[in-house]
C-alpha cells in the first residue's frame, strides 16, 4: 500500500437517532470536527426536517450508502429501491453531469409512479440519486464483473478523475387520481486523484469484493481509500450522495429567506444569505406580528410560481422581477436562479464576522455559559453597554446560530459553549480575539499588500517588521499572549487529526520546530506514549508555555527548549516536525530551515509537516486560498500546492513525500530522509 487517504467526514451512522444529546455532546466535545458538523447539520436542518416530519419522503435508492447519509442528518424516509434500468444513451447527453441528473430523475420518477399506481400509495416527495466516475471522457457506472473493475480501476491509476452525483427531488399530487410531479435537480462533482496502483495491489483489491456494487469501481468510504491521494470537494458526494448540497437545495426549497428580508431587498439592497445558520431561527415563518411588522406578507393565494409577488394595495409593492422567492405548482417556494445569494454572503461576511468578534470581545458566551439565560437587559448591565445595542448584536448572533432566543431570553447554542467560552477546552477565543485585534486591522490593508505584494504591519500597527515574530508577536507580553493564545486554539482544534494522519510509531524522538505552546507534541505523546518529544522554539515563548499544559497527564511529559530555529542547532531527533512554520517563509528562508534538517536527519529520520495544503491548479480550496491571502497581509510566507511542497521536501533528500487532506482547518504532509 503505497498511499492512503485519510477523511474522517465518512463515518457511518454518526449521529444517528439512537444517540441521546447529552451523549453527544460528549463525543462531540472530544471531537472538534464531528462536534462542528453535527451541530452545524443538526441545527440547520431542524426547521426542514420538521416541515418534512409530516411528509411521505421516499428514497428511490438501494444503495446502502445513501440511505446511512440521509439517516445520519435525522430525515425520516422509506427505501424503495428503483427499478429504472441505467440503460440511458450516454452518447445523447451534452455533459456527464446531464446524464447523471436524469438518470436520478428517472430512478425517482419510476418509484413515485409505482407507488402511485400498484401501491396506491403517492409518496409526498422522492429522492433519487446516481453516482457515476468520469476519466478521459469515458463514464464509468458499476463494473459487471472482476474484469471490468480491473479496467476501470487501471484507467483512474495515477489519474485525476470527477465523480458527479446526480440528485433529483421528486415533489408529487394526485389529483383527480393523476399523479402531477415537480422535479428539482442538481448535481455535485469532486474530483479525486488515485496513486500509481500495482498490479498487486488492483487484484487484491478486486478480490476483496469491495468494487462490484460501485460507480468506478471503488469505495472511497473502505479499503479504497488507500487508492486515493487526494479528494477535491464534497466527500460524501463520492460516497454516493452530496449531502451539503441536497441540504442546501431543501433549505432554498423549504425555507425561503425570511419575509422581513424581502423588506431589506428593497431599502437596504443586501437581504440576508441563506446560509445553514440563518435556520437556527426556526420560527421565522410563525404568525408573530412583530416579525412581519413594515414587511410584505406573502399571500399564497397571490403567488404565481411564474410571476413573482405583488401584494396589491400595499405600499411595499415588490416588482415582478425583483429577487423575490416564487411559489412554484406544488406550493413550494423557490428562488429564480438570478438571485445572487453567494456574493450576498461575500458581500456580508464581514458584518457576522466582526459581530462573533465583538460578542466574544464583550464576554457575552462566557457570561451565557456560567448564567444559562438572560435577558438582554442583564447582558447589557454585565458587559457595562447600552440595552439598545447589545440586544441588536444578540439579536444578530441568534440569527447567526451562535446563540438561542426564547420568551426567556438568550442562551449559548451548543457550539458557542464548545468553541466560544473562553475557558472550555476547545475554544476559540484566542484566535477570535487575534483575528479581531490582529488580522482585522491587517486586512483592511488588503488593497495595498496586493498591490505592493507585501506585508502591511506598518500600515496597520505603525511599526516595521523587519524581524517578523519579534516585531509582531512578541513586542509585548500582551500581544504575545494573544497571539500565543490564538495559536494553541488553532493547534488544539487541528492536532488531533494532523497526530493521527501517518504511522508514526517507529520513531522513538521528536522535535516540534516552532512547536509553540506545545499543543501537537501533547496530543503526539497520547497516541504514541513511547515518543519523547522536544518543543524547539525562541525563547520568549518558551518562558510563556506554562499555562497552556493540560492539566492532567498520563504520559512522559513534553519538554521545552529554547533557540531560534534558523540560528541555533537544535535538539537530536529521528522525527522533525514543523507545523504552520514554512507558510510563514520565502522559499529562500524555507531552502535554509530545510537544509539544517535534512543535515540533522540521518537516513529513515522523518519530517512531519502541517500546513494548510493548496490544491495544485489553485483554484479549488477558497478558505485555503484566503488563508494564502492573509499570509500576503502579515508575513513575507504564503500557502503552496501539494507538488511545491513536494518539490522542496525533495531537493533536500526529503523522498515518499505523501499528503494528507485531514478535512481539518490544517493538513498533514510527511516524508523520510532517503
Ligand atoms: C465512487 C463510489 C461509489 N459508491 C457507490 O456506488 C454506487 C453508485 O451507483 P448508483 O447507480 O448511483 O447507485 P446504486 O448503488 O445502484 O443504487 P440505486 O440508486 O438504487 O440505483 C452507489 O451505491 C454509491 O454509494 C461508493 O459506495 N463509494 C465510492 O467511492
Known sequence: MRMRAVWRLWSPGRGSRSVGDSARRRINASCPRAAYLGLLAGMALKPVLGKLGSKRVVLASA????????????????????WFKETLEKSSFATPYKYAIETA?????????????????????????????TVDEHILEKPIDKQDAYRMLSRLS???HSVFTGVAIVHCNSKDNRLETEVTDFYEETKVKFADLSEELLWEYIHSGEPMDKAGGYGIQALGGMLVEYVHG??????????????????????????HTIHHIKHDSIPSVETFENLSDEENDSSSPLQYKGAIKLDRSKTHSSGGVCSPGSSNIIKPNCMMPVENQNGVMENPDKFPSKILELLDGFRASKAL???????????????GVLQAVDVAN????????????????????LLEKTLQGYSNSDSANIYLASDSEDSLHGYIIHSDDHL??????????????????YRAFGKKSENLFQDSYYQSMEVKQRFMAAMHSIAKLTAKDVATAFDLSQFRSACDLGGCTGA???????????????VFDLPEVIANVSHFQPVRQHTAPVTFTSGDFFKDNFPEADLYILSRILHDWTDEKIHMLLSKISAACKPGCGLLLSEVVLDDEKKNRSTALLQSLNMLVQTEGKERSGSEYQSLLEHHGFTNVKIILTGNLLDAIFCTKC
Open 440 to 457: 482585522w486591522p491587517l486586512f483592511t490593508h488588503l488593497e495595498s499588500a496586493v498591490k505592493e505584494g507585501t506585508m502591511q504591519n
Open 520 to 534: 501537537l507534541a501533547n496530543e503526539l505523546v497520547q497516541k504514541y506514549p513511547n515518543l519523547k518529544v522536544t
Open 63 to 82: 444503495s446502502p450508502r445513501r440511505q446511512e447519509i440521509l439517516c445520519s442528518v435525522g430525515l425520516r424516509f422509506e427505501v424503495v429501491p428503483s
Open 357 to 371: 468578534f465583538v460578542a466574544s470581545k464583550l464576554k457575552v458566551f462566557d457570561l451565557l455559559k456560567n448564567k
Open 105 to 133: 430523475k428517472q430512478k425517482a420518477l419510476e418509484v413515485a409512479n409505482r407507488m402511485h399506481v400498484k401501491h396506491l400509495r403517492t409518496p409526498d416527495i422522492v429522492i433519487g440519486a446516481d453516482t457515476i466516475v
Open 382 to 401: 454585565t458587559i457595562n453597554s447600552s440595552v439598545c445595542g447589545t440586544e441588536r448584536l444578540l439579536d444578530a448572533c441568534a440569527a447567526l446560530g
Open 158 to 160: 495515477g489519474k485525476e
Open 234 to 259: 464534497d466527500f460524501l458526494n463520492v460516497v454516493g450522495f452530496p449531502l451539503n448540497h441536497f441540504c442546501k437545495k431543501l433549505v432554498e426549497l423549504y425555507y425561503p429567506p425570511p419575509k
